[in-house]
T-cell receptor, first 117, second 113 residues
């Protein structure tokens, strides 16, 4: 089975530009989360979507937005890029919400490396 | 919100020795604690996890212990091997309504052959 797939794997943008990152969850998984990992730090929660609805939002500015599609894939958009947005953006999928059994275990994709210059 | 602290930030051990990484959390509602291993330039990979209704879990050379009263959990790696060298992250999650994970700052483990 395919794992979580993300695209693009690497990209370079200029300050002020906009970027869209894409994610396809593991087949059968309905929940997608986005995390930002700055070099040398742990992942930080940005968004969670479940059944196409936003279910959680981390402490990130409104320049960050996301959505989930009927096939459970997701996009993360970042507008007006700043140098500080340079990071590895990780998508994670899980079976469903909550703590029933292993449903809330999250599995990460390989990530999208964003460099803002 | 939840705050997860992780220690030490770096750890060097001789091959064959044991390694222990410790994490504390602040939110008593947290009830799921996974550990991830991240090799350079790669994604974090789940290596073991524990739920709040269990005090200890073991998988071959890796074990995790949880003390709910003290709000801390630890990763134990025995008989370390050079391929165990990586950055390890602990995390905590608790809400039954959403799947927001709070990660520690990571421990860079080096196993010296």
């Amino acid at each position: 089975d395919a794992g979580v797939t993300q695209s693009p794997t690497h990209l370079i943008k200029t300050r002020g530009q906009q970027v869209t990152l894409r994610c396809s969850p593991i087949s059968g998984h309905k929940s997608v989360s986005w995390y930002q990992q700055v070099l040398g730090q742990g992942p930080q929660f940005i968004f969670q979507y479940y059944e196409k609805e936003e279910r959680g939002r981390g402490n990130f500015p409104d320049r960050f937005s996301a959505r989930q599609f009927p096939n459970y894939s997701s996009e993360l958009n970042v507008n007006a890029l700043l140098l500080g947005d340079s990071a590895l953006y990780l998508c994670a999928s899980s079976l469903f919400l909550g703590t029933m059994g292993s449903g809330n275990t999250i599995y990460f994709g390989e990530g999208s490396w964003l460099t803002v210059v | 919100g939840e705050n997860v602290e992780q220690h030490p930030s770096t750890l060097s051990v001789q091959e064959g020795d044991s390694a222990v990484i410790k994490c504390t959390y602040s939110d008593s509602a947290s009830n799921y604690f996974p550990w991830y291993k991240q090799e350079l330039g790669k994604r974090p990979q789940l290596i073991i996890d524990i739920r709040s209704n269990v005090g200890e879990k073991k998988d071959q050379r890796i074990a995790v212990t949880l003390n709910k009263t003290a709000k801390h959990f630890s990763l134990h790696i025995t008989e370390t091997q050079p391929e165990d060298s990586a950055v390890y992250f602990c995390a905590a999650s608790g809400s039954v309504l959403r799947n927001q994970f709070y990660f520690g700052t990571g421990t860079s483990l080096t196993v010296i052959p």
